[in-house]
């Protein structure tokens, strides 16, 4: 489950998410993304078939409409996420 904090500046939006042990995103996202992993594991499934693991202190970044993402977690993830 996601619980989130979020500051909308425009059509920007500067989040705090933090997802719990299990959690599956339910869409393939196509919005571009900053992210940082603040706590946690979190994995990414991208669009052809490739997964990143990302751990505390890693960040990733994708364009809007580059590559579909869905992000899963096996353990508790706290994210700072700019989209």
Not at 16 to 25: D, F, L, P, Q, R
Not at 37 to 66: F, H, N, P, Q, W
């Amino acid at each position: 489950m996601p619980y989130w904090r979020t500051l909308k500046i425009e059509n920007i939006r500067i989040r705090m998410v933090e997802y719990t042990a299990g959690y599956v995103a339910d869409h393939w996202c196509h919005r571009g993304h900053v992210l940082l992993v603040l706590e946690g594991e979190l994995d990414t499934l991208l669009e052809y078939e490739r997964t990143l693991k990302l751990i505390a202190s890693m960040s990733y970044k994708v364009a809007d409409e580059a590559e579909q993402h869905r992000s899963f977690t096996i353990t508790e993830a706290k994210l700072f996420i700019v989209d």
